[in-house]
């Protein structure tokens, strides 16, 4: 089931069928933009108001379009931490009215994260993560943003890679993600 509000519309919704069309849509990679960046900044001090009962670090902006020069989906990825976890119904009745939709814990299936997503339209323009600071997944996130910044060799690698996953797993979303797990995983071993 995938219920929150988009746009004043309450979602429930029990079949994929029935899921609105963001929820399902195509990977589609664009050549960097450097507005990703201005609206990575204006989400992050939005979600520092929005948050900022819960936050314990954060929020930041993450994933490829915090990277200049990496090609990426058009969706800015904002990560924040909270004490716990079960502060997201909280989370989600104050970021609702704002078009942010919490997508139940067991479709999102990341038990370490509660996960949330911003739509215009039929598009994702945005992903909050929230997550635990002490969060493997918190600092390999930062610590791969960072890495990717600072290396264009490896960034180029990984531009390499999306491409290539984006072309074989366009529509499915959860495949591009995992097919790229070692190449992250790779390069945080070797910082």
Do not use: C
Request: hydrophobic letters at 45%.
């Amino acid at each position: 089931m995938l219920h929150g509000a988009i746009k004043g519309f309450h979602i429930m919704a029990t079949h994929e069928s029935e899921w609105p069309k963001w929820a399902t849509e195509k990977i589609s990679l664009f050549e960097p933009d450097a507005d990703w960046a201005r609206r990575g900044r204006e989400l992050v001090q939005s979600l520092s108001e929005s948050l900022k009962p819960w936050l314990v670090a954060g929020p930041h902006h993450v994933g490829s379009t915090a990277v200049q020069g990496l090609v990426a989906k058009p969706i800015i990825d904002i990560m924040a931490a909270t004490a716990s976890l079960e502060v997201a119904g909280e989370i989600e009745a104050a970021l609702r009215t704002r078009g942010w939709v919490l997508v139940p814990a067991h479709l999102d299936n990341r038990p370490w994260r509660r996960f949330f997503v911003k739509a215009e339209g039929d598009r994702r323009v945005a992903h909050l993560h929230i997550m635990k600071e002490s969060a493997e997944r918190w600092v390999s996130q930062l610590r791969f943003r960072d890495a990717l910044r600072a290396n264009s060799e490896l960034r180029r690698q990984y531009g390499e890679l999306k491409r290539e996953l984006a072309a074989r797993y366009a529509n499915d979303r959860e495949m591009y993600s995992s097919a790229k797990a070692s190449f992250i995983t790779d390069a945080i071993q070797k910082l």
